[in-house]
């Protein structure tokens, strides 16, 4: 295939440069600053498609902002990433007949919590600019497609994880590895994760596919409460998890006074992703099961 990347130098797309280069597909790369890698073409994001890269088979967008302080008088950093820049990208891929435009957008969208599995047909409830600035992308860009609605996807995953990952998944390996005892014992909620290299996978699986538009909810049967996922990490780094346990509404109020809020939330309230839709329309099964993926992540 010829496609077309953004965010290229981030976490998720560091790992789908690698497979697509892998699988040996030609990849340009749009980006703000210099990447290193030799076997790729690297444009700034105001550069039009070259020539080469026209009708190409997809463009993948992974770039956007998900953290920032910048809140300067009449300047929105999150809906300048997250929503400006996804429309701009699309109207450069259809000027330059790219069949389709992946977009990676996040479970964040459904809010942080939920009682039951979400898919596709989950309502919205975005609490955040960040997921609100997702929001308004994803709809801006169904209206831009709305006569060629073949030629979209739009992924919503949930927290990926891998080797060297940034966020709660790298916190708790750090817990972990400190020997000390960790008050997660009653954190019986379960949420769903996604090995990044799976990830890359899918996101390759929808620019190739022909059924490969549309929205998806991604995930990979990584579904783990605190305490299952700490035991897990455990056995594979040799460390016993000592687990207290401690009112997970507890731990909450406590984070709450420090700032840590929705980090806690993210490892003591619940949720699931139901992702058969990717499984049934797409015939998609991640190359890395639950183990494996553990355990190349803490390689």
Not at 96 to 106: E, K, L, T
Not at 146 to 159: F, G, S
Not at 169 to 176: Q, V
Not at 211 to 219: D, K, N, Q, S, T
């Amino acid at each position: 295939m010829k496609l077309i990347m953004t965010g290229a130098s981030g976490y998720i797309g560091q790992a789908l440069l690698r497979q697509a280069l892998e699988r040996g597909h030609q990849v340009l790369v749009y980006a703000r600053r210099p990447i290193e890698s030799g076997a790729v073409t690297v444009l700034p994001f105001d550069a039009p498609v070259p020539g080469e890269f026209r009708q190409a088979d997809a463009l993948i967008n992974l770039a956007g902002r998900a953290h920032t302080t910048d809140a300067g008088d009449g300047h929105d950093a999150f809906d300048e990433a997250n929503h400006q820049l996804p429309v701009r990208l699309a109207e450069q891929a259809r000027l330059a007949g790219v069949r389709r435009f992946v977009h990676v957008s996040s479970i964040g969208v459904h809010g942080n919590a939920g009682n039951q599995p979400l898919t596709e047909a989950s309502p919205l409830a975005p609490d955040t600019p960040y997921t609100r600035s997702k929001v308004k992308g994803e709809q801006a860009l169904q209206a831009l497609y709305a006569a060629t609605p073949q030629a979209l996807a739009i992924v919503r995953p949930p927290m990926v994880y891998g080797p060297a990952c940034p966020g709660n998944f790298a916190r708790l390996r750090k817990l972990l590895q400190t020997g000390l005892p960790l008050p997660f014992g009653a954190a019986d909620a379960r949420r769903s994760f996604i090995f990044v290299d799976n990830l890359a996978d899918f996101l390759l699986h929808c620019a190739a596919h022909p059924e490969g538009h549309g929205l998806y909810v991604a995930a990979d049967g990584s579904d783990y409460a605190v305490p299952q996922l700490l035991r897990a990490m455990g056995r594979e780094l040799g460390r016993p998890a000592r687990l207290f346990p401690v009112p997970p509404a507890w731990l909450r109020g406590a984070a709450r006074l420090v700032g840590l809020r929705r980090e806690m939330d993210s490892l003591t309230r619940p949720l699931l992703v139901d992702w058969t839709r990717a499984r049934t329309a797409l015939g998609w099964a991640p190359p890395a099961g639950p183990e494996a993926a553990l355990r190349l992540s803490l390689a």
